[in-house]
């Protein structure tokens, strides 16, 4: 074991994906779909269309699929830990694939744009929160930046500051 000190950790932040729909909302649209559907399909199985009554019930599965992927993939995460020395993005994929990167605090750059927020160091490049909306993407990006900045220009406490 060695007694080399832990480095300092400027910033730390864990990003995942939003979704407003909640289960009890999602619970609520699948139940009003289906009773949206029951309104129509009836009428016209009644009529002798029975052929709709099959496709909208193909049109329940088909929402309630989607509903479901989408919540799948607001499992993706992505945790940011800026060190003295580096940068650690781990990523976890929605089936729990992780992937940690690191890149070198001292060359650290960040780029940001309403698309993307690029993170680069010593030729590494790295695109980070690619599932945030453009306000949160830029809210990161200026944290990072200021972290980053902080970082670069310690403060040093000295006995003849008091």
């Known amino acids: 074991m060695t007694d080399a000190p832990l480095p300092a950790v ?9 979704r407003s729909l909640s289960a009890e909302g999602f619970r609520f649209v699948m139940m009003g779909a ?6 129509i399909a009836l009428p016209l ?7 709709v009554f099959g496709f909208m019930g193909l049109d329940i599965f088909l ?3 989607l509903f479901q992927r989408s ?23 929605p089936d729990g694939e992780r992937e940690k990167l690191r890149l070198d605090s001292y060359w650290l750059k960040v780029e940001a744009t309403e698309e993307r927020l690029v993170v680069t160091s010593r030729g ?5 929160g ?12 200026e944290q990072l930046k200021a972290a980053i900045a902080a970082m670069r220009s310690p403060r040093y406490d000295h006995a003849w500051d008091e």
């Open 34 to 39: 289906v009773a949206a559907n029951v309104v």
């Open 130 to 141: 690619r599932f945030l909306g453009p306000e949160e993407r830029l809210r990161v990006t």
């Open 71 to 93: 919540y799948f993939d607001a499992r993706r995460t992505e945790t940011l830990t800026l060190t003295d020395r580096d940068l650690v993005v781990v990523r976890i994929a």
């Open 45 to 51: 199985f009644v009529m002798g269309a029975w052929p």
């Open 10 to 18: 400027h910033f730390a932040t864990s990003l995942k994906p939003h």
């Open 124 to 128: 590494n490049r790295v695109v980070i």
């Open 63 to 65: 929402l309630w699929w």
